[in-house]
């Protein structure tokens, strides 16, 4: 999240980093949260001050996703493995553009209102949906639709709306407030913690609305910019779709 999940560790080899999604990661809601005493300093000046790490994330959840709409910009990087990932997010819908050189993947996924659509490189179809070489050429840079009965649907759309997306940015355990700081020369306020063992740390904004400003991961050298905020955006669905049960996939 497919690719994406800012929190797992990335990019480890071929076929892990290109099933799991560098953005997306299990529920919030579903997950052990351990959170910490320690409060935002009362010197930022902010309506966070006081506040725990668990609450900050509720209030910035909360703050973010009223947004309905954002972009997400994804950067990674492990030894010579290196990734690109653009997430646009709406109520309803969301889009992915994967750019993977190291695997030769290329490709995009389309959510429309539940509805999913894929199109790829040969690369990105044999990685994404398993596709033999033959039948990732033959279906290359053509649009397939996938229904929630495939196998790979659930990994595919898994966090591609504004609520999914955002919740699965935070971490999951060892959570604790970090230091106020700035990100693009705005204050925020950092938050450590860990999900599928890996460690990262979010950035929310001492001013509110208390939005995500960014994010990163230690193990892939990863960075996760939001943009766009409240920019609303429409899909639309592709033409000259084939289902994917008429494609031997």
């Not at 892990?16 to 299990?26: D, E, H, K, N, Q």
């Not at 973010?64 to 954002?70: L, M, Q, W």
């Not at 230690?218 to 049960?245: E, M």
């Amino acid at each position: 999240m497919s690719l994406p999940t800012l929190w797992r560790p990335l990019l480890t080899t071929y076929s892990v980093a290109m099933r799991t999604r560098l953005l997306l990661i299990t529920a919030l809601a579903t997950a052990t949260v351990c959170t910490t005493s320690i409060s935002v300093s009362a010197s930022t000046n902010s309506s966070l001050a006081g506040k725990s790490a668990s609450q900050v994330i509720a209030i910035a959840k909360a703050d973010t996703i009223a947004k309905k709409y954002v972009e997400i910009t994804v950067s990674a990087t492990v030894g010579a493995s290196k990734l690109t990932e653009i997430v646009q997010l709406g109520p309803t819908f969301g889009t992915e553009y994967l750019d993977f050189p190291t695997a030769s993947a290329k490709g995009n996924v389309e959510n429309i209102d539940g509805k999913l659509f894929v199109k790829g490189n040969a690369g990105f179809l044999e990685v994404q949906l398993n596709a033999t070489k033959t039948l990732a050429a033959k279906w290359a840079n053509k649009w397939i639709s996938i229904p929630s009965s495939n196998s790979n649907y659930a990994n595919l759309t898994a966090g591609l709306t504004m609520s999914a997306g955002i919740s699965s940015i935070f971490p999951t355990s060892k959570i604790s407030l970090g230091k106020t700081t700035s990100w693009k020369g705005k204050s925020c306020v950092e938050i450590k913690g860990e999900s599928q063992g890996s460690q990262g740390s979010i950035y929310v904004s001492t001013s509110s609305p208390h939005l995500v400003l960014g994010a990163t991961q230690v193990a892939a050298s990863s960075k996760l910019t939001p943009a766009k905020y409240g920019v609303a955006f429409s899909v639309s669905t592709p033409s000259s779709v084939t289902p994917i049960s008429a494609t031997g996939i």
